[in-house]
Every structure is written in structure tokens, then in C-alpha cells.
């Protein structure tokens, strides 16, 4: 049985590299809830809006493509 493929979000990572060390900063930059974070942090498999996207790059300066990455 083939595994299907899936979008690898990589908060924790880039969280680390722009030095944001909790939920809370990630928030505030952000201006998400600590629920989407959360739930970005933590779900494998879970819908995450273009808009959450959106915030998640511009707060941390990232692309899309280093915030996630496609399994296979």
C-alpha cells in the first residue's frame, strides 16, 4: 500500500532560525490565534487557509516552499 503524499509544515524549524521561541511571540507577529498555531505545530493532516499561510510567511520572512515542503 503507497503512502500518499502530504504537505510537511515546517513552523518549528523556521521558528528557530528567526529565534521565536514561543506561541505567544509567533502571535503577535503574526496576528494569528494560538489555536492555528497550534494546530500548524502540532496536526499532521489538517487545512490550513492561504491566509494563515500568508501571516505565517511574512511574519517569519519566509517563502511558501520553506514553510512546506512536500512528502512523498
Same mark, same amino acid.
Given at each position: 500500500?503507497?503512502?500518499?503524499?502530504?504537505?510537511?509544515?515546517? +513552523?518549528?524549524?523556521?521558528?528557530?532560525?528567526r529565534?521565536?521561541? @514561543? /506561541?505567544?511571540? *509567533?502571535?503577535?507577529?503574526?496576528g494569528?490565534?494560538?489555536?492555528?498555531?497550534?494546530?500548524? +505545530?502540532?496536526?499532521?493532516?489538517?487545512?490550513?487557509?492561504?491566509? @494563515? /499561510?500568508?501571516? *505565517?510567511?511574512?511574519?517569519?520572512?519566509?517563502?511558501?516552499?520553506?514553510l512546506?515542503?512536500?512528502?512523498?
Amino acid at each position: 500500500m503507497t503512502k500518499s503524499p502530504y504537505l510537511e509544515v515546517r +513552523l518549528y524549524e523556521l521558528m528557530g532560525k528567526r529565534n521565536v521561541r @514561543t /506561541i505567544e511571540q *509567533l502571535k503577535e507577529m503574526s496576528g494569528l490565534s494560538r489555536k492555528a498555531i497550534s494546530q500548524a +505545530l502540532n496536526d499532521e493532516k489538517h487545512r490550513m487557509h492561504t491566509d @494563515t /499561510i500568508a501571516k *505565517l510567511c511574512a511574519a517569519l520572512d519566509c517563502e511558501v516552499g520553506e514553510l512546506l515542503t512536500l512528502k512523498k
